[in-house]
């Protein structure tokens, strides 16, 4: 039976659900109430949870289960949120999935603040782990913030992006979430060091195509429906691939500045359709990553899952 986009969609929602319900039943006091309620907020929004179902599928596609793969995937939740967070208080963010930012709400030191708690709370929520396990999930968490926090950085700190700065700005930024999780999943569920590299490779691959699509949708659309302001990534000089292949062929980014939306997307349109050709060049290695897992429910899901990452529309 074949796995369609609406299959995916569906796990998403279930496995979601499971994620929420696991993290409203934390039970860890944090004072003053000011911050408590602030890492509440943060936890109760409402996405798509992609990284953390694909942590749980990844555990069921070596042969685990969802109740094993829980724990590390609200750690994995926590990580990325904190990492939102991050984002919208570099990008002075005022809006986010249709709700106010922690940076607009409480302020940048409050949403700096919250972000030390959620940490906190994904390192004891790895330790719920028996203790071999706590120590891998732990160090794939750690390398996976410590590449967020590079990737945030050299786009931070570099003018002149090249092709090669992309991506290892993408590979840091976004795809070591998606690497982690895979590859948690991988280890939770008893994967064997081939399943669990297969895995690694797999998040990677779809963490960049995840980037990549991201790039085309600051273009093509609507902020109503992203939940993020149009054209945010030109208007603050993102390295994106969209900007750089344009930049290559002779399209200065303040021209791109100055033209209409319509102008825009008719200079633009080869550019995104090349780069939506690189992204789905990135989901057929993903998918060719998972040659050595067995044949299965989960892989099929993981497949689906791969789709989805380009054809998503926010």
Known sequence: MTTTSGDIEKLFESRGALIEKEISLLSVKIEPPELAEIVRYALSQHGKK???????????????????????????????????????????????????????????????????????????????????????????????????????????????????????????????????????????????????????????????????????????????VTGKPELIDLKMNRPTIVLLLAQENGVAREKMLSLGREELLRELAPHLDRAEEIAREYVETAKNCLKPLKDSRSKDMLIALADFVIARNK
């Open 50 to 224: 992609v990284r953390a179902s694909l942590l749980t599928i990844a555990c069921e596609a070596v042969g685990g289960s969802v109740t094993k793969a829980l724990i590390p995937a609200v750690m994995v939740e926590m990580i990325h949120n904190t990492s939102l967070i991050l984002d919208d208080v570099i990008d002075a963010s005022e809006m986010r999935r249709g709700r106010k930012t922690i940076n607009s709400r409480w302020g940048n030191d409050m949403a700096l603040l919250a972000c030390d708690a959620m940490i906190a709370l994904a390192i004891r929520q790895a330790m719920k782990a028996d203790m071999e396990m706590s120590v891998a999930i732990i160090e794939c968490a750690s390398d996976s913030l410590l590449n967020l926090a590079e990737g945030e950085a050299m786009e931070l700190i570099h003018k002149d992006f090249t092709t090669a700065d992309y991506y290892r700005i993408a590979d840091n930024k976004t795809a070591s979430l998606f690497r982690a999780s895979a590859e948690v999943g991988a280890l939770v569920g008893g994967g064997s060091k081939k399943e669990i590299a297969a895995l690694r490779d797999y998040g990677r691959n779809i963490g960049i195509a995840f980037q990549i699509r991201d790039d085309v949708l600051d273009f093509r659309q609507d902020g109503n």
